[in-house]
């Protein structure tokens, strides 16, 4: 295994490229004198960075500290920095490094600037810096700048697995002067990324052309209604589009229908009701300012670099912020449903498991936590409440337990299990999805359907409830298995629990965007509803460690 930093994220496995090669940039170039011996002086300097004194060279911390030996090894210790179109170019695309949301200053951007035009005697300085300035960038876009396990020690989601050197393959482009080929072969090409960056250079320009005014509060507004903040709301819509410039305005303070229906138009944009009305949810998102969400857009690209690299053909994917869930099959998004997630003291996890089975007409073994806050105390206080519910009790071997005196006992110290049996009023309706996991989170029906029509559907315990379970059921077993929708209909209609293996398991991916990048153009922003996105920012914006 080989890692660009000795360090805890190191151990990771991880490389730049699969099959990579490269093209020689051929440039000018102003050669820089070199003093006599610099190789052996490069050769010295180098290998102190294996004791934490030699980590700082010129006043800089060198992060790159256990890789850069490996490049000069593979590079004979010969100088590769020795002409300024290629610190020239290393500087450009420093320079340009927060097209991706990240930071120049992780860089080392001003010793690079002045490295372009100031030539340094002491060479091992030069090559140390500069080459340190460009391992960490190629890693900070390959990989991202923060340890996701850093922020989450539940991140279990794979990262890419090396299978070149990536001493030569770097040392190979800084021997041609290809610094531009080496970092756009790095760069993320998938569509969803790109687009997450062509939205943030969109916020970027708003934010330097004054961002947009704030909106005073107020009462909700609804059509025929007026208002004097009514003008403000057209200035504001038609920053980011949603209300065309040069549209008629009859009376300035009128909420009329063309503007009810910009501002739905924003709503749908943002993960809110779109109905048009201009209530507290939609104030607050409309004084969200531009600098935030470049932020958010950041955040999300850095997410892009953790994941989109290794997502297969094949997939359930759902995003808990955005409450959706896509089915792709062969590299194909084939189906699209809402789902409802945990609420914000019983959070859905974020983690990776495949599914291995299908089960109709499930019964539901309740959570301790959920027997201990809310079915021993109903039970308690009320004797024919399990019966009402279907639910049996059973002890640790699954044995049916008779009566019990629930006086006897605190929701602490209860040794049974409650479990549902199937049918109409299980929780978990008429059908659940497995895999596997040591949260015992799954996907599943449920009973309370008039929930979906929420903007915001966070009240499960933790589970995730799918809107139409049998349409997914129905895609699943009909590619895994040949099932149609009349076989599953009528294994439902018997009533009887049934569980079906998949011959071949289904990665399951429940991730957290809370921004939705259109492979199209544009995307809608979600509310950051567990409060990821503030604590991703913050790692973004602190000093890169390694």
Not at 38 to 52: F, I
Not at 187 to 206: C, D, V, W
Not at 262 to 286: C, K, S, Y
Not at 478 to 495: F, H, P, Q, T
Request: hydrophobic share 40%; net charge neutral.
């Amino acid at each position: 295994m080989f890692s660009f930093f000795s360090s805890p994220r190191s151990h990771v496995v991880a490389v730049f490229a699969i099959g990579i090669s490269f093209y020689a940039m051929v440039c000018p170039a102003t050669v820089y004198a070199q003093t006599a011996g610099a190789d052996a002086d490069l050769k010295t300097r180098v290998e102190a960075l294996a004791q934490p004194a030699g980590r700082t060279v010129g006043g800089i911390q060198i992060a790159a500290h256990g890789f850069l030996p490996k490049l000069y090894a593979a590079l004979g210790y010969q100088p590769v920095w020795t002409n300024s179109a290629s610190i020239d170019a290393l500087s450009k695309v420093i320079a340009r490094s927060w097209e991706d949301g990240l930071t120049a200053s992780d860089f080392h951007a001003d010793y690079v600037k002045a490295a372009v035009t100031t030539a340094q005697q002491d060479v091992a300085e030069r090559e140390i810096i500069l080459s340190d300035a460009l391992v960490r960038l190629l890693y900070q876009l390959y990989f991202g700048k923060v340890a996701p396990n850093g922020l989450d020690p539940n991140w279990n989601f794979a990262r890419p697995v090396l299978t070149e050197d990536p001493a030569q393959t770097i040392g190979t482009a800084l021997k041609e002067g290809d610094i531009t080929g080496l970092v756009e072969k790095v760069s993320l090409k998938h569509p969803l990324y790109i687009e997450l960056k062509a939205m943030l250079q969109r916020y970027t320009q708003f934010e330097v052309s004054g961002g947009w005014p704030k909106i005073p509060d107020g009462p909700p507004l609804k059509p025929g209604q007026t208002d004097p903040r009514v003008a403000s709301l057209r200035e504001r819509l038609e920053v980011t589009g949603e209300w065309e410039a040069g549209t008629v305005v009859t009376s300035p303070d009128l909420y009329d229908q063309a503007i009810a229906d910009a501002v739905e138009t924003f709503q749908a944009g943002n993960g809110l009701e779109p109905d048009g009305i201009l209530g507290p949810g939609t104030l607050a998102a409309l004084n969200v300012t531009a600098s935030e969400r470049i932020d958010q857009l950041r955040a999300n690209l850095e997410r892009g670099r953790w994941l989109l690299r290794t997502m297969g053909p094949e997939a359930v994917i759902v995003n808990v912020a955005g409450f959706y869930l896509h089915v792709f099959l062969k590299s194909e998004k084939v189906w699209t449903t809402r789902v409802i997630v945990g609420q914000s003291y019983t959070k859905t996890p974020i983690f990776t498991e495949t599914m291995k089975s299908v089960v109709l007409n499930p019964d539901w073994t309740v959570p301790q936590s959920i027997v201990r806050a809310e079915i021993f105390p109903k039970a308690s206080a009320n004797p024919g409440y399990l019966a009402a519910g279907n639910y049996y009790l059973a002890d640790s071997s699954g044995r049916l337990v008779g009566d019990v005196d629930f006086s006897a006992y605190t929701a602490a110290s209860f040794p049974y299990r409650v479990v549902q049996r199937p049918g109409p009023k299980n929780a978990l309706g008429l059908v659940k999805f497995l895999f596997p996991n040591k949260y015992s989170v799954y996907l599943h029906d449920t009973p309370n359907r008039q929930l979906f029509d929420k903007s915001g559907r966070t009240f499960s315990h933790g589970c995730i409830r799918v809107e139409d379970p049998l349409k997914l059921a129905e895609i699943i077993l009909g590619d895994r298995l040949g099932w149609d929708r009349a076989k599953i209909e009528a294994a439902v209609a018997s009533g009887k629990m049934q569980s079906i293996g998949l011959p071949k398991p289904l990665p399951v991916l429940i991730l957290y965007w809370t921004v939705d990048p259109s492979p199209i153009g544009g995307a809608t922003f979600h509310r950051d509803i567990y409060g990821r996105d503030a604590r991703l920012i913050k790692a973004l914006d602190a000093p890169f460690k390694p």
